[in-house]
């Protein structure tokens, strides 16, 4: 049975001229006791989630930005069209934002994420556009990215599928697997190996304690550093 708990306060709405668009802060809250898993399903806008040690909660502030709309357009955009909730299923939490297009939808609209979790849980995200920094998530962290900056810092295995835009991956204890479109790739202090599939841009690797495999490296350059492991090129 699929149960349902969230906590959502509207903390503030700022109306602003038509020119500069409107925008409206949320936050969302849920237990974490029995969670194993939080998965993250955003649109478009930027995405920041901490792990926290000892915390007991997920809290979300999602920022709600319509630019070139006044305050009454904006809010009947919103009331039709955003998407945003959290839940719980199971031992898995999931959080959903966006706005459903539709007919007629041409609103230039976006939600910044600033998120607080258990740094235990696993992490998966599904992500537009916008840049994505993760930090301080301790368990395995799996990043499906649209277009957009990545950013994991200190985390256990890590996957990231990127379409374009640059990764950055430091301080991971477990392996590391890259999937990439284009932008610069820079992988840092890695506990286990690192395996990365690349179609354009710079690649840079530095203390890896496994091997180090390149798949394809499409077009940029490739250096590394103190890979303790076998190393794998493509020629």
């Known amino acids: 049975m699929r149960g349902f708990i969230v906590m959502?306060?509207?903390?503030?709405?700022?109306?602003?001229?038509?020119?500069?668009?409107?925008?409206?802060?949320?936050?969302?809250?849920?237990?974490?006791?029995?969670?194993?898993?939080?998965?993250?399903?955003?649109?478009?806008g930027s995405l920041v989630v901490t792990g926290v040690d000892g915390a007991r909660d997920i809290t979300v502030t999602a920022t709600i930005v319509i630019e070139d709309k006044n305050e009454e357009a904006a809010q009947k955009l919103i009331a039709k069209r955003l998407d945003l909730k959290l839940e719980r299923d199971g031992d898995r939490a999931k959080l959903e934002s966006g706005f459903k297009s539709g007919w007629g939808w041409d609103a230039n609209a976006r939600i910044d994420l600033d998120i607080r979790m258990p740094a235990g849980l696993a992490l998966q995200v599904d992500?537009?556009?916008?840049?994505?920094?993760?930090?301080?998530?301790?368990?395995d962290v799996?990043?499906?990215?649209?277009?957009?900056?990545?950013?994991?810092?200190?985390?256990?295995?890590?996957?990231?599928?990127?379409?374009?835009?640059?990764?950055?991956?430091?301080?991971?204890?477990?392996?590391?697997y890259i999937n990439d479109g284009s932008g610069s790739i820079?992988?840092?202090r890695v506990g286990g190996s690192v395996k990365i599939d690349d179609g354009s841009g710079s690649i840079k690797v530095d203390d890896v304690e496994n091997d180090l495999i390149i798949v394809d490296d499409g077009s940029g350059s490739v250096t590394y550093t103190n890979v303790r492991g076998a190393v794998e090129l493509d020629d």
């Open 142 to 176: 799996l990043v499906d990215d649209g277009s957009g900056s990545v950013q994991v810092t200190t985390a256990g295995s890590v996957t990231v599928d990127d379409g374009s835009g640059s990764i950055t991956v430091s301080d991971a204890s477990g392996d590391v």
């Open 186 to 188: 820079d992988i840092r």
């Open 127 to 139: 992500d537009g556009s916008g840049s994505t920094t993760i930090t301080g998530v301790t368990a």
């Open 8 to 44: 959502a306060m509207f903390v503030a709405s700022l109306a602003q001229a038509d020119s500069k668009g409107y925008t409206e802060v949320r936050d969302l809250a849920l237990e974490s006791a029995g969670l194993a898993e939080f998965v993250i399903d955003a649109g478009a």
